[in-house]
């Protein structure tokens, strides 16, 4: 059996207070935010970098993918990282070394480099996202958590709809380098506001050995799954033997990882959190969630420019409504968890997500812009009661010691759960857009006077039948993005009902107390 998971007693400082709470709580979301925003900032800028560095598109589209793998695979280590070296260390070393390699980034002038710190700059912010949200629970007093929670989530899901709106005008009006160089004034001003206010929080360490078999493992299964994703679509999947190979490697690799960390006495993932239902339950809840709103995140903006020839602008300003309730609601959202059951709060969220689904699988071809954008202004009410209620429901679900093992392992669940939703997605849409054009052509009629026209008739037949083609596909995807949410509304029921965390004054004298077990 694994052994127990390092303990270490939460910080004695008294928590923040008014302007300084406000600012460092500041600082921490901002830390997040910009982390979270560069996974999808680069999406819409691989055009411009490719043509910069002298590429194919597919080659420029490693400049994403290198982060990515680089993020997914330190994001689980976070737990481990906090107990060795301290969360507070960790935190300001992650968001330096993420300010410096955002730096070099910008200046690269080829794709070697650019690959290379891209790697070394995912792997500087995996840690930020879980510290950041650990260390916002140490700086509110506990009757705010859900205040800190709901900041929290609000960077989180308001970052990846931000970041292709920002990297579009960015490298439309600028030049792509600066996708990367906005990002170093806002380092600088957290590195020292968390100099400032919350170094007092740092956590004891504890020197234990370091597991280097499972770190290796962890990368090399994540490391393969990660790619396997990120290139499955453009290698037609399992028909080529490098996404096969990948798969093989993956999967054994996984379950050598997940025999050795259950059972080595000192693990580079603490997987005993999943011992408690509570965590489990909303971690599956809000990664399943998760990735079927990423999915309906990452599929709008491509139907409404390749379909109905919207410009990224505009398409980026429908997008944009989404926001607007979401930070209305968050800190609403965070109150409400302290006076009624969570669970009935995720369940509504997700529910109301599922509904904002459905809404969007009627779309038409010759729809207006109110159509598009008042599913996704609506669907920001939802998005707090979901993200706010499943972070809440793991966090209190798990030791205090445990909050940094368990905020690391549960953004690695919906980090992985985002890019399987991606590659998912894009290969039902295009399977559906086949199948719906296939439809079509045996039922369509076309009027006399356009095929009369003779090849210019024919054209204008065929791209009438894709576009409407590419819309079934697109109401097909939002339709399994409507079920998978009304069933995570219903399996986190399976979750207990969570008690209130106790106040770090009380947890030395109680460490055993778990809020849900």
């Known amino acids: 059996m694994a052994g127990p998971a390092p303990t270490f007693a939460p910080p004695s400082a008294e928590p923040l207070k008014g302007a ?8 921490l979301a901002l830390s997040n935010f910009v982390v979270v925003l560069d996974i999808t900032i680069a999406n819409v800028s691989v055009p411009h970098i490719s043509g910069s560095l002298a590429v194919s598109p597919t080659q420029g589209t490693w400049a994403i993918t290198s982060y990515s793998v680089a993020e997914a695979i330190c994001v689980p280590l ?21 300010g410096l ?7 690269s002038r080829s794709l070697e480099a650019l690959i290379a710190f891209r790697v070394m700059q995912g792997l500087c912010g995996g840690p930020i996202m879980p510290m950041s949200q650990t260390l916002l629970m140490r700086i509110f007093p506990p009757n705010k958590a859900p205040a800190a929670l709901g900041l929290w989530a ?13 990297g579009g005008l960015i490298s439309d009006n600028w030049s792509w380098h600066w996708i990367f160089f906005i990002n170093l004034p806002i380092v600088v001003l957290c590195t020292v506001v968390t100099r400032q206010l919350i170094t007092r929080y740092e956590t004891p360490t504890v020197k234990a050995p370091i597991d280097f078999v499972g770190l290796a493992m962890l990368v090399v ?21 490098l996404i096969s190979t990948l798969g093989i490697v993956a999967a054994v690799v996984f379950v050598a990882f997940l025999i050795w960390e259950l059972t080595d006495r000192h693990p580079v993932v603490d997987l005993s959190v999943f011992r408690m239902r509570g965590f489990t339950i909303a971690v599956i809840t809000q990664s399943a969630s998760y990735a079927a709103f990423f999915a309906m995140v990452v599929l709008t903006p491509m139907f409404l ?52 689904a459905f809404l969007r699988s009627a779309w038409v071809t010759d729809m207006g812009f109110f159509s598009i954008a008042l599913p996704q202004f609506l669907q920001g009410f939802g998005m707090p009661f979901f993200f706010v209620g499943t972070t809440a429901l793991a966090l209190s679900s798990v030791r205090p010691e445990q909050t940094a093992s368990a905020a690391g392992l549960q953004n690695f669940m919906r980090t992985l759960s985002g890019a399987f939703a991606t590659s998912i997605s894009m290969t039902m849409w295009d399977r559906e857009t086949k199948y719906a054009h296939a439809e079509l052509v045996g039922v369509i009629h076309p009027p006399a006077d356009m095929m009369s026209q003779g090849l210019m008739g024919r054209m204008m037949l065929d791209r009438m039948v894709n576009t409407e083609a590419v819309t079934l596909a ?34 030395d004298a109680e460490p055993d107390i778990i809020a849900a077990h």
């Not at 990282?81 to 968001?95: D, I, P, Y």
């Not at 390699?101 to 200046?107: D, E």
């Not at 299964?221 to 033997?241: I, N, P």
């Open 20 to 27: 300084a709470m406000a600012l460092g709580a500041f600082a």
């Open 78 to 98: 976070t737990g481990w990282l906090a107990a060795r070296f301290g969360a507070v260390r960790v935190f300001l070393l992650s968001l330096i070394g993420f």
């Open 101 to 107: 390699f955002s730096l070099l980034c910008g200046l």
């Open 154 to 166: 609000m960077t989180t899901v308001c970052a990846p709809i931000a970041g292709p709106i920002l």
């Open 221 to 241: 299964w994540v490391g393969s799954l990660q790619v396997m994703l990120d290139k499955g679509r453009e290698e037609d999947w399992f028909a080529s033997d």
């Open 305 to 356: 420019q390749t379909n109905l020839d919207y410009t990224a602008t505009v398409a980026g300003q429908a997008m944009g409504f989404m926001g607007v309730l979401a930070v209305v609601m968050s800190p609403i959202v965070a109150k409400l968890t302290g006076k009624f059951d969570v669970r009935l709060l995720i369940s509504f969220g997700v529910a109301w997500l599922a509904s904002m």
């Open 474 to 507: 697109t109401n097909m995807v939002f339709v399994g993005c409507g079920v998978i949410l009304a069933a995570a509304a219903c399996f986190i029921w399976l979750a207990p009902r969570p008690k209130p965390r106790p106040a770090p004054a009380q947890a």
